[in-house]
């Protein structure tokens, strides 16, 4: 019976406050009826036990009363029930109110309630990339200024959907915003993208761009974060209601196969990218070409550098590319955007005829100076000797440390170099036959497997890392968290440099996962890409402008135009050399000139979009940033 009773009362206390609130007062009452029937049997100045209870309950309640009372019952009973009003009816109070704001409180910051705004950014759930994706729609300004405009929306604000919501969560996004975090236009929402009641939590049917962030770092099977993708985007369009209308989305996606099935899962705009592959073809053509990575770390981040525009064709002109990119003015031109196909041309024919309902896409530091200045003439040459070349194309032997899911995607993207790649050796502890297993589908005779603790210094001097053309260390997504991977791969990277047979040797490539790791790497490594950055930056500029997908796509992709690094030769170390004529050498080659890398100005970092007046003396380790010549891709 007493276990009955027990069970039953656990049940009441669980259903919440006003059920703990109800047993207190219940405690307390029992308390005075029991003082007052003592009182009222053992002290005969009590005649009526309404009023013994009516004494018990006041000095149950207030402790003034301790001292008023006469006789030792009296005085006995009013001491014990003032310590008991002190531990149950203040106690017990104190109790159940902190309980509840505590509750009250955690349920405010999971963000369970439902949110009422609109033209918002939504962000569906959280992972290694989504606080840079917050951070670069912060940092951006004439994009986002064009962008609430275009939505008619006064501010930027920003609601991310994430399972788990807590104080660590928020602190964790604070600490990675830095300066730029603000809890007015950040919001988190507790709920999963899956389910209905989390999507509307997040007010995701007014939301102006939904944002996807896609497979986080240490997921092993990406193709569900994928899957799980698809299934939100389905859930989002069959649910829209009355709106008759779907937010703009962006998604990220492992598979690259994915953006078909993700295209007819949703119904509204979707820009599917392919994050994985664009990462592990960034770290492939910047390990086969050291200082490219410079390039596009300034194109796909928010600095006071350059970055990539789209801007419409101005009504009423018609004009080759030539013309049009000689009056280009403070910005460099590099391509167009078909308005008929929704095809990019990057560095397309000369001759090629753009008009209206075209749009030109720039390389400059504001949206403001992609301005086209009628009548402007290409530049001459003069009589410097300039010439623009390469190294020529060697086979090489290259080196990857580390294994994720990216591997294989870099290993594919490498061997579409076939000139540029004799061997590639994959040096991990993760077992020979998952990495076997999971590049079984190329079948590449060229890539050879080998397991090692490159950690361990002697194992790794083992490797002999020095008769390598190229090493490339990635992040190792076995070890599960962002920063343990970084020490790691920082680790290895001290060890390669420690070594005396690494002197003058190969380049080194290293991907990184955490921003403030960047600097520890110095120059210990030609390249450090910081792959979530860059994810990151390209689904928040797509979410703000959805044509740059494709221009993204089209700049790192191995067919058609790409960035390359031209070497600048002239006849004597120290000549003074103009910009404007370097250009005008590249055109010649079919080339387009974009930007500059030389150890004598901007401390060896690339200078792009520098204008034909830059100019500086010679040294043979110049190099010269081109978009090379258009193909079909």
């Known amino acids: ?52 209870v009516w004494w018990a309950f006041l000095r149950l309640s207030d402790p003034g009363y301790l001292g008023d009372d006469e006789g030792v019952v009296s005085r006995s009973v009013s001491t014990a029930v003032t310590v008991l009003g002190y531990v149950l009816f203040l106690g017990l109070l104190i109790a159940i109110m902190t309980q509840w704001m505590n509750a009250w409180i955690e349920r405010v910051e999971a963000g369970l309630s439902e949110l009422r705004i609109s033209d918002h950014i939504l962000i569906l759930g959280w992972n290694h990339r989504t606080p840079y994706i917050v951070l670069e729609l912060l940092r951006t300004k004439g994009r986002v200024s064009r962008f609430l405009k275009k939505h008619d929306a006064a501010t930027l604000r920003i609601v991310i959907l994430a399972e788990a919501v807590d104080v660590s969560l928020r602190d964790t996004l604070r600490s990675a915003l830095g300066a730029y975090w603000d809890d007015r236009r950040v919001i988190l929402r507790n709920g999963s993208p899956l389910h209905l009641d989390g999507l509307e939590r997040a007010s995701f049917r007014t939301a102006a761009a939904i944002i996807l962030p896609g497979a986080d770092f240490a997921i092993a099977r990406p193709g569900v974060s994928d899957a799980e ?54 770290l492939a053509q910047s390990a086969l070409e050291p200082g490219l990575w410079g390039v596009y770390a300034e194109l796909l981040s928010i600095n006071e550098g350059n970055s990539l525009f789209v801007h419409a064709m101005r009504d009423g002109l018609e004009a080759s590319f030539t013309e049009l990119r000689a009056g280009a003015g403070d910005s460099t031109l590099i391509g167009l955007f078909r308005g008929s196909t929704q095809t990019v041309r990057l ?48 086979a090489r032997r290259i080196l990857i440390l580390g294994w994720s899911r990216k591997v294989p995607l870099l290993v594919q993207e490498l061997l579409y170099y076939p000139d540029a790649v004799r061997e590639i050796d994959i040096v991990s502890i993760a077992p020979g036959a998952q990495r076997e297993d999971a590049l079984a589908a190329m079948d ?28 490339i260390l990635v992040a190792r997504e076995r070890l599960g968290d962002e920063a343990v991977a970084d020490a790691a791969t920082l680790s290895a990277c001290v060890t390669l440099g420690m070594m005396p047979s690494m002197k003058g040797g190969p380049h080194v490539t290293v991907e990184i996962l955490e921003e403030e790791n960047l600097p520890l790497f110095g120059k210990r490594a030609t390249d450090v890409m910081l792959s979530p950055m860059a994810v990151s930056y390209v689904l928040s500029q797509v979410a703000l402008a959805p044509s740059l997908r494709r221009v993204y796509r089209a700049l790192v992709h191995p067919s058609g135009a790409h960035i390359a690094l031209r070497k600048l030769k002239s006849q004597a170390e120290g000549a003074h050399v103009l910009f404007g004529e370097v250009s005008a050498t590249a055109n010649l080659q079919g080339e387009l000139a974009i930007g500059l890398l030389s150890p004598n100005i901007n401390e060896g970092r690339v200078i792009l979009n520098p204008g034909d007046d830059l100019s500086w003396e010679h040294n043979p380790e110049d190099c010269v940033v081109v978009l090379t010549v258009d193909t079909d891709h």
């Not at 656990?10 to 405690?27: C, D, F, M, N, S």
């Not at 530091?365 to 530049?379: F, H, K, L, M, S």
């Not at 060229?446 to 008769?467: C, K, Q």
């Open 347 to 394: 560095n397309p024919p000369p001759d090629t005829v753009v008009s209206q309902g075209d749009q030109l896409i720039f390389i400059a530091q504001r949206y403001e100076d992609c301005q086209i200045e009628a009548g402007a003439t290409p530049q001459d040459l003069t009589s410097t000797p300039i010439k623009l070349g390469d190294d020529g194309t060697v």
């Open 444 to 471: 590449y005779e060229a890539v050879r497997y080998r397991t090692a603790n490159f950690l361990d210094p002697d194992e790794l001097e083992s490797l002999a890392p020095e008769t390598y053309d190229n090493i």
């Open 1 to 52: 019976m007493m276990k009955r009773l027990q069970f039953t009362l656990e049940r009441l206390l669980l259903r919440g406050v006003h059920y703990r609130l109800l047993a207190a007062v219940l405690i307390v009452l029992s308390v005075a009826v029991i003082a007052g029937v003592v009182v009222r049997l053992l002290d005969p100045q009590f005649e009526e036990l309404s009023g013994a």
């Open 229 to 282: 993708a698809v299934k939100a985007l389905a859930s989002i369009s069959h649910h829209a209601g009355d709106n008759d209308r779907c937010p703009q989305a962006v998604a990220a996606f492992y598979n690259a196969n994915r953006r078909q099935v993700a295209k007819a899962a949703y119904a509204g705009p979707l820009e599917a990218v392919d994050a994985d592959q664009s990462v592990a073809r960034i």
